[in-house]
C-alpha cells in the first residue's frame, strides 16, 4: 500500500495529510486581495471539529455526519482487514481570523470491492486478465453502506456547483498523482451525476455514468398504516395483513427503542444478532461491538432499534431478533438484521412494516430499506434508481467500460420501468 502514503507529514495530532493549490488561473491581485483557496487530504477525521464537518451536511443524511464516520475509525470498522482506508479531502479558506471549512468529501482508498455495493468484480477480473491492476482504486462512498445520499459536501453558504466542482478536480488530481486505477462516486444524487458527468459531453471525456435500482417506500402523507393499506389492492392488504398477523398468532412483541436508551447489555445483544447474518450466510461481520456502543453514545437519537421477543423462549428477555435502522430528516434507512429464532415473517414485520408505521407516525417521507430483495416491490417499496459515476484512467478500458455501460443502461431502466407493474397499490390510486 505504498502508493497511499506519499501524502506529507504534517502533526501527529492531524494524521497524514497533503495540500494541493487550487486558487486557478485568477489573476494576482484577486488572489491577494481574497483569501487563499486549498485542498488538503488526511487520513482522519481527527483534529477536525464535528461542527465544522456537520455544517457541509444540510440534507440530514446521517451517514455522512461526522458521528457516523468518525465512529468507523475510532473502533476498527476500517482498515487492512476489509481494505477501506480512508482518506479526506477538505477544501479550507485562508481568512484573516484562521482557516474555515468550506467542502469536503469522505473517500476511501480500496484493496477490493466488499461492502461498495455497486459491482465491479468483472472490471477488476477484465484488469487481471490483462495483467493490470485494478486495486487500489479510489472510492467515495460511505463504508458498508449503500444509501443515496450527496458525496460532495458544501457549506450552504457557499456556491454549490462552484465548490462541488472544485473539490471534485482536486480529488481527481489526486487520483492521478497516487496512479490509482480509478475513481468511483458511488449512491451519489442526481445533481452529482450531473455535475460530474454533464450529458452534453462525449462519454469518454468525463465521469462514466452507471445506474441500479433499489426499492424505496414513499410516505403519501398517510395518516395511518391501515390508510397506506387503503392504497392496496385488497389481495395485496389480505396478504399483507396476513403477514403481520403471523407474528401476533406466535405471540412474538416487538419493542422500537432509540439508541441512546440501550444498555451496554442490550448493545451486545444487538452485535450478537448482526453477526449471526453472516455467520449464516456470508463473509465476516466489519461493523465491530465497540462501533455499536459509540453510535448508541454519540449518535443514538439517530439510530432506531426494533427488537423481538417470544416469551415462549427459555430466556424470553433477550430478543429473538432485530432490526436496526438509521433515521435521517427525510429518510429512513433500514441497515442490518438478525435472529436467532426462525419465525415465519418476521423479518417483513422487523425491516419493513415496523419502519413504515415508524415513517408515518413521525412524518418521514422515504423509507430506503437496503440493497437488492425485489419481494419489497409487492410490500410497497416502489423500483428507484441509483447512480454512481466512475473515473477510469486506462484510456482503453474507459473506452471498453464505456461501451459496457451504454449496453447496460437502458436495460436497468426498462428492468426497474417494467418492475413497477408489481406495486400493491389500486390501479384508481395515484400515489
Not at 60 to 82: A, I, Q, S, V, W
Not at 392 to 404: E, K, M, N, S, T
Request: proline share 4%; charged share 25%.
Amino acid at each position: 500500500m505504498n502508493k497511499e502514503t506519499d501524502s506529507s507529514s504534517a502533526n501527529e495530532q492531524d494524521g497524514n495529510s497533503e495540500h494541493t493549490d487550487v486558487s486557478g488561473d485568477a489573476p494576482a491581485e484577486k488572489v491577494q486581495a481574497e483569501a487563499a483557496v486549498e485542498i488538503e487530504v488526511r487520513d482522519t477525521l481527527e483534529s477536525i471539529e464535528a461542527s465544522q464537518w456537520n455544517a457541509l451536511n444540510d440534507d440530514g443524511n446521517p451517514f455522512l455526519r461526522y458521528e457516523f464516520l468518525f465512529g468507523l475509525e475510532k473502533t476498527e470498522c476500517l482498515g487492512e482487514h476489509n481494505g477501506w482506508y480512508p482518506r479526506y479531502f477538505f477544501l479550507w479558506e485562508n481568512g484573516t481570523v484562521g482557516k474555515s471549512l468550506l467542502a469536503g468529501v469522505a473517500t476511501y482508498v480500496k484493496t477490493n470491492s466488499y461492502g461498495e455495493f455497486v459491482f465491479d468484480w468483472a472490471w477488476a477480473e477484465a484488469y487481471q486478465r490483462h495483467n493490470l491492476d485494478y486495486y487500489p482504486k479510489l472510492v467515495a462512498s460511505v463504508p458498508f453502506t449503500p444509501a443515496t445520499g450527496r458525496r460532495l459536501l458544501v457549506r450552504a453558504d457557499q456556491d454549490y456547483k462552484k465548490t462541488a466542482l472544485l473539490l471534485s478536480n482536486g480529488v481527481q488530481q489526486f487520483c492521478q498523482s497516487q496512479q490509482f486505477s480509478s475513481m468511483h462516486w458511488l449512491f451519489i444524487t442526481e445533481q452529482e451525476t450531473d455535475l460530474l458527468s454533464p450529458l452534453n459531453t462525449s462519454p469518454n471525456s468525463n465521469y462514466l455514468r452507471r445506474i441500479d435500482c433499489q426499492y424505496h417506500w414513499k410516505n403519501a402523507n398517510y395518516e395511518s398504516f391501515d390508510a397506506f393499506l387503503a392504497q392496496c389492492t385488497a389481495k395485496r392488504r389480505k396478504t399483507i395483513r396476513r403477514e403481520r398477523r403471523y407474528v401476533t398468532d406466535a405471540q412474538i412483541t416487538l419493542t422500537n427503542r432509540l439508541g441512546n436508551t440501550l444498555s451496554e447489555e442490550e448493545w451486545a445483544w444487538v452485535h450478537k444478532l448482526y453477526q449471526s447474518t453472516f455467520d449464516r450466510k456470508w463473509g465476516n461481520p466489519s461493523l465491530t461491538l465497540a462501533f455499536f456502543k459509540r453510535m448508541g453514545e454519540t449518535f443514538g437519537n439517530n439510530i432506531l432499534i426494533v427488537f423481538a421477543y417470544n416469551p415462549f423462549t427459555e430466556s424470553p428477555d433477550i430478543p429473538v431478533a432485530c432490526s436496526i435502522m438509521f433515521i435521517g430528516t427525510k429518510t429512513l434507512y433500514g441497515r442490518f438484521w438478525g435472529c436467532r429464532e426462525e419465525h415465519h415473517c418476521l423479518h417483513f414485520e422487523a425491516c419493513y412494516y415496523q419502519g413504515i408505521e415508524y415513517c408515518i407516525e413521525h412524518g418521514i417521507q422515504t423509507f430506503e430499506p437496503g440493497a437488492q430483495g425485489e419481494h419489497k416491490i409487492t410490500r410497497g417499496f416502489e423500483p428507484t434508481i441509483t447512480r454512481s459515476a466512475h473515473y477510469i484512467a486506462h484510456p482503453q478500458f474507459r473506452q471498453a467500460i464505456g461501451d459496457f455501460l451504454a449496453e447496460e443502461t437502458p436495460h436497468i431502466e426498462q428492468r426497474c420501468k417494467g418492475l413497477s407493474n408489481l406495486l400493491p397499490f389500486r390501479s384508481d390510486v395515484e400515489i
